[in-house]
């Protein structure tokens, strides 16, 4: 599958900062979605974004699916202990059926 | 709602040594998938199924790893023979169409570690 570039591979931040991470591509994306792993757990679903330029909300969390089709971020406001995690973006092209392709992870720690 | 199940959660084998994993979809869920995911890395599509009938495996090392929903509902991954570079958490999803904006829901996962 295509290789996604995740970054910042790790943060480590303070209760109450924001987070900022994204997501490259050499392929352009029909599908992009950021995921949340906790220890011991399977990913859960946090934002999906279908169309380019798009801007989605979750709560806290913002996502942007990138102009270009090629990239995507996802932003935590005023991040709190419980977004410990590893935060994942997936990204799904017309080349690849339905298979999802993975980045790499932000390990995400945040100290109260 | 019952979530994706998978069992078991942890197993530890030897080198050359077979194993097997279980996976329940969530009830009415039609497209089910098994992912593999190495330490530091994101879960990596091994096969995927719609009902019954395979859509890509592509990815799926076949000399050793099989995958069946015979029934359409649960499924079995296996390795036969397991390599130590099989160690890696194996992730069972699915979804309840074959659709591009699908959500996908992962169980747990069964931690395999190959000695």
């Known amino acids: 599958g295509q290789q996604l570039n995740q970054s910042p591979q790790s943060m480590f931040i303070q209760e109450g900062e924001d987070v900022s991470m994204n997501c490259t591509s050499s392929?352009?994306?029909?599908?992009w979605l950021w995921y949340k792993q906790d220890p011991g757990e399977g990913p859960v679903l946090l934002i999906a974004?279908?169309?380019?330029?798009e801007l989605t909300s979750n709560g806290r969390l913002t996502a942007q699916f990138g102009i270009t089709r090629k990239d995507s971020f996802l932003n935590i406001s005023a991040s709190i202990p419980s977004d410990v995690g590893i935060y994942f973006c997936?990204?799904?092209?017309?080349?690849?059926?339905?298979?999802?392709?993975f980045g790499k992870g932000t390990s995400l720690l945040v100290t109260p | 709602e019952a979530g994706v199940a998978q069992s078991p959660r942890y197993k530890i084998i030897e080198k050359r040594q077979s194993v097997a994993f279980w996976c329940n979809p969530i009830?009415?869920?039609?497209?089910l998938y098994w992912y593999q995911q190495i330490l530091g890395q994101g879960p990596k599509l091994l096969i995927q199924?719609?009902?019954?009938?395979?859509?890509?495996d592509s990815q799926l090392p076949k000399d050793r790893f099989s995958a069946e929903r015979l029934k359409g509902v649960d499924s079995t991954l296996k390795i036969q023979p397991a390599k130590l570079e099989d160690s890696a958490v194996y992730l069972c999803?699915?979804?309840?169409?074959?659709?591009?904006?699908?959500?996908?829901?992962f169980g747990p996962g069964t931690r395999l570690t190959v000695l």
């Open positions: 999803a699915s979804s309840a169409r074959l659709a591009g904006g699908d959500t996908q829901y």
């Open positions: 392929s352009i994306f029909n599908t």
């Open positions: 974004l279908y169309k380019a330029g």
């Open positions: 997936a990204g799904r092209s017309s080349n690849s059926g339905y298979a999802l392709n």
């Open positions: 009830s009415g869920h039609a497209t």
């Open positions: 199924f719609q009902n019954n009938g395979v859509v890509d």
